[in-house]
T-cell receptor
Framework: EAGVVQSPRYKIIEKKQPVAFWCNPI?????LYWYLQNLGQGPELLIR????????DSQLPKDRFSAERLKGVDSTLKIQPAELGDSAVYLC?????????????FGPGTRLLVL | KQEVTQIPAALSVPEGENLVLNCSFT??????LQWFRQDPGKGLTSLLL?????REQTSGRLNASLDKSSGRSTLYIAASQPGDSATYLC?????????????FGQGTTLQVKP
């Protein structure tokens, strides 16, 4: 069974440019998460989807970040415009149920460097 | 606000040694606690999950304990091997009303020397 797939794996952009990350969760998983991980830190939740509905986006900086999960499967996270401080690893995770109790399975992440 | 702390930040041990990684959290109202492993440049892999009603979980050479009242968890690794070298993260899942949200510690980076 394929795990959580993320692309691209690495991205280097100049500040003020837009960037987008894509995530394909494990087949059948209803809940999808986007996390931000800074160097030497644990991941921090940005947004959680139950099917296509964003149920927790309190940590998402909405002035420059946006996300969508059309049809409740794949998801895209966008930053526009990117800032130097956005350099980090962006992790996507998914879990089977809708109550958020099950184990979350993580993708390999997208490593973003903003110059 | 729930805060999770892991000590030490880094640890280096010779192969074969038994070791303990520590995790503490400030609010005991958790749903469960999970230990993850992260290899360089990769995502997180779940190792052990302890429900709030449980005291410990074991998987192979790994044993995780939970003391909710004192806000502590430990991950015990027996007979460490070079392949155990990685960053270990603990995360608490918040309770009712915030189901699904994981709060992570900053991790302990373990190096096991051959």
């Amino acid at each position: 069974e394929a795990g959580v797939v993320q692309s691209p794996r690495y991205k280097i952009i100049e500040k003020k440019q837009p960037v987008a990350f894509w995530c394909n969760p494990i087949s059948g998983h209803n809940t999808l998460y986007w996390y931000l991980q800074n160097l030497g830190q644990g991941p921090e939740l940005l947004i959680r989807y139950e099917n296509e509905e964003a149920v927790d986006d309190s940590q998402l900086p909405k002035d420059r970040f946006s996300a969508e999960r059309l049809k409740g499967v794949d998801s895209t996270l966008k930053i526009q415009p990117a800032e130097l401080g956005d350099s980090a690893v962006y992790l996507c995770a998914s879990s089977l149920g809708l109550r958020g109790e099950e184990t979350q399975y993580f993708g390999p992440g997208t490593r973003l460097l903003v110059l | 606000k729930q805060e999770v702390t892991q000590i030490p930040a880094a640890l280096s041990v010779p192969e074969g040694e038994n070791l303990v990684l520590n995790c503490s959290f400030t609010d005991s109202a958790i749903y469960n606690l999970q230990w993850f492993r992260q290899d360089p440049g990769k995502g997180l892999t779940s190792l052990l999950l302890i429900q709030s009603s449980q005291r410990e979980q074991t998987s192979g050479r790994l044993n995780a304990s939970l003391d909710k009242s004192s806000g502590r968890s430990t991950l015990y690794i027996a007979a460490s091997q070079p392949g155990d070298s990685a960053t270990y993260l603990c995360a608490v899942r918040l309770g009712s009303g915030n189901t699904g949200k994981l709060i992570f510690g900053q991790g302990t980076t373990l190096q096991v020397k051959p």
